[in-house]
Structures are given as C-alpha cells and as structure tokens.
C-alpha cells in the first residue's frame, strides 16, 4: 500500500510538472521537440509496417490465384505412380473437392529464332480452372490449353516477352524436351529430343520473376506426349480443399496416408523462402526506425536535464521533508514516460488515419497494371509493438538523467 502511494504521489507531481508553466520556456521548447520527434517516428513505423503487411497481403492473394491449397511431391527422384490406393485414398477425402494431375519439367521453346529454357507446366485446364484463379492472372487472350483441333499454351509474361509472343499468334511456337528413352546421337542430335508445334492463347502474369519468366502451360495430354510419361505417372499432385476445411488438419492426415516418402506442402510452404525474405525485410526495417526512434528519444535526456535545474528548488523542498532519493528519481522518470506517451499517442492515431485513408482513397499510387496504389493493412498487433517499443525507448532515454538528479540537485 504505501509503495502504490508513493507510486501516485510520483506521478502526480510528475503530472503536475509536465502540464505548469515552466519558468524557462526552453524547457517546454524541448518538451514539446521530444514528443514531436517522438510522434513522428511512431507514425513513420505503422505507416512502413502497413505498407509491408500490405504487399505481403497483396502477393500472398496473387500467390493463392496461382498455387493449390497443397500440392503433394516425391521426397526422392522427380516422378510417381498415382495409381495406388494410397492416392486413391486422398482423391476419395471429403475434404478434397480437387484432385489435379502435374506433369513439371524443363525444356527449350524456340519461337522466330528465339530461344529460351522455360518450365513447362502440364495441366487438365478444366481441373486447373477449378483448382486455382489463373484466369485472374491473364493479361492477353485467355486460358486455353486445346481449343478442339490445335494444341495451345500460356506463357507468363516474361517468358512472352523474350520470345515476342503474343495470344492467337498464327505461327506456331516449338516446344524440344530430350528424349527419356534414346541416346544422344552425336551426328543427328534433332532426333534425341520429342518436338511439339503449339500455338498462344493466352498471358499471364502473378507479378513474381520465378513465375513470369520460366514458366509455361500446356495440356497435361500434351506434356505426357513431350517428356514420355506414361498414364497415372505425374510429378506433382495439386489439391484444393473444399471451403471450410481444417488445411492444417488435412495435411496431417494425407501425411500420415502417403507416409515418409512424399512431401505435403501448404500455400506458406510452397512460397517458404519468399515470405520469410518479406518477414527478414520487414523486422529489419523495424529495427532501422526503432535505431531513428532511439536517437529522437534522446532529447528527453535534454528536456530533463533542464527540467531538472529549473526545479532545482522544489527538489531540495521535497527532500527536506523526507521524500526520498528514489522517489524524486521517478517524478522525473514519469515526466518522461509522460514525453513518450504522448508522443506514442498522437503518431500512432496520426498514423492510423494515415493508413486508412491510404485504403480508402489511395493517395499514393504505384500505377503498376496489378494494382494502381500502394497496398496498406493495419494490424493491431503492430500498434501493440510499436506503442511499448515507443515506452521502452522512452524509459531508456529518461533513465539516465532520473538516475543522476540527485547530484544535480546539489549543484
């Protein structure tokens, strides 16, 4: 009990300070720097971590347009059998509303004397449409895979780009894979590699390299033919989950169906290295403004210096009626968290409305073709961390000259 007064008696006195007159009107000066240097860092810390949350948001619903809810690989060699009952097993799921068939693999297009290394995605269009949003994604044309008389494919955009293309060229596009079952011959090499003449139907573009520049779809029937892959044999199985389901708990149990020999990977885990770049950057660009944020606390260290000398008097007052040494400390130390606080509270609402109308109007625009703004997302576990980091740096800036007022309470 009599540590919870003295605790009210410090702040009270140290609220009573912060809000009188001084009489040195730099004190206030300073105060008032403080807690605007202050301020303005909170704001510029929610405003950079929105933006994060925001691209991270905006490509992780790009990602979901073009990645399944979990795709199923090998863990050794490239390729697999699906016609087994434990496959069976994970197609018959309740929670599997789509079961599709990939066949991935390298190979060389050549299009007007242009050629490049791509990844050639085979896929059922119809089981490809329902299973992801890729028609979300295209730019030109549209995604088709056989238009009924002719094989089709659909570049990304880089991949478009490099080799001129663009959709329902009249010239054929020419797809060379090596042959999986001849040998090299050296004096007619052309005839170790399968060739297939395809035409393009359509663009896409997820706004990520690895996907734009390497990678191109065609029919699932047409990759078999290309890289010689027998029926039920695929290099990938990519599922999409009925609306509601426990992703977490589905995965586990298609782990503990297919067993140690198979990888079962979720949206996150399919992207694994890219969003923990996106976490890397984001923390690290956190640390950066709280470094910014601890030198502008450190005109609290100023402020109380002065405050200190300009209540010199009141100090050896209360002191000759038996107020303690640490008592007085946390007066002083309570005027300074008062700096932070407030300065906390006004950059952070400051910042708030800063995002929300970010959201809202869009005043700051990219002018990309995916979006026209910056993408912002306000998340309050950042106001949570940016409000006690404000306080923490606060109490390290107001510790130093709240520890040492009692010998500049002698001068």
Not at 60 to 78: C, E, H, N, R, W
Not at 160 to 186: E, K
Not at 334 to 341: A, R, Y
Not at 350 to 361: A, K, P
Request: proline letters at 2%; charged letters at 20%; glycine letters at 6%.
């Amino acid at each position: 009990m009599k540590k919870l007064r003295g605790l009210l008696f410090s702040f009270f006195v140290a609220r009573r300070y912060f809000f009188s007159k001084k009489s040195h009107n730099a004190v206030n000066v300073i105060s008032g720097v403080s807690a605007t240097g202050i301020g303005i860092g909170a704001m510029a810390m929610l405003c950079v971590l929105s933006v994060f949350n925001g691209i991270e948001t905006l490509i992780s619903a790009m990602f979901s347009a073009f990645d399944p809810d979990l795709k199923i690989t090998v863990v050794q060699g490239k390729s697999f059998n699906i016609f087994t009952e434990d496959f069976e097993a994970v197609r018959n799921m309740p929670s599997v509303a789509v079961f599709a068939e990939v066949i991935e693999e390298n190979a060389m297009i050549s299009f007007n004397n242009r050629d490049i290394i791509a990844t050639i995605k085979g896929v059922d269009q119809d089981d490809f449409r329902a299973l992801t949003r890729i028609d979300d994604l295209i730019l030109d044309g549209s995604f088709l895979l056989f238009d009924g008389a002719f094989e089709r494919i659909v570049p990304g955009i880089g991949v478009a780009n490099t080799l001129g293309l663009s959709a329902f060229f009249i010239d054929p596009v020419f797809l060379h894979a090596p042959r999986r079952s001849a040998r090299v011959n050296v004096l007619r090499p052309e005839t170790s590699f399968n060739r297939a003449s395809v035409f393009v139907s359509g663009i896409f573009a997820v706004e990520q390299t690895q996907f734009d520049d390497n990678y191109l779809f065609i029919s699932l029937n047409q990759a078999r033919k290309l890289f010689e892959y027998e029926e039920g044999v695929v290099t990938a199985i990519e599922l999409r989950l009925t609306d509601g389901a426990n992703h977490d708990q589905v995965q586990r149990e298609i782990k503990q169906i297919l067993g140690d020999g198979f990888h079962v990977r979720n949206r996150f885990e399919q992207q694994e290295s890219f969003f923990r770049i996106m976490q890397i950057e984001k923390w690290i660009t956190f640390l950066i403004l709280s470094f910014i944020l601890l030198i502008a606390s450190f005109n609290i260290i100023g402020s109380l210096s002065m405050l200190i000398i300009d209540k010199k008097n009141d100090i050896q007052t209360l002191r000759n009626l038996g107020t303690s040494s640490r008592l007085i400390r946390r007066i002083f130390l309570f005027e300074g968290w008062m700096i932070s606080i407030i300065g906390a509270i006004v950059g952070i609402s400051i910042g708030i409305i800063l995002v929300v109308l970010q959201q809202h109007f869009g005043f700051l625009r990219i002018g990309s073709y995916i979006i026209e703004y910056y993408p912002v997302v306000l998340k309050f576990t950042d106001i949570v961390l940016i409000f006690f980091t404000v306080i923490f740096m606060g109490f390290l800036a107001a510790y130093y000259p709240a520890k040492y007022i009692e010998k500049e309470a002698k001068k």
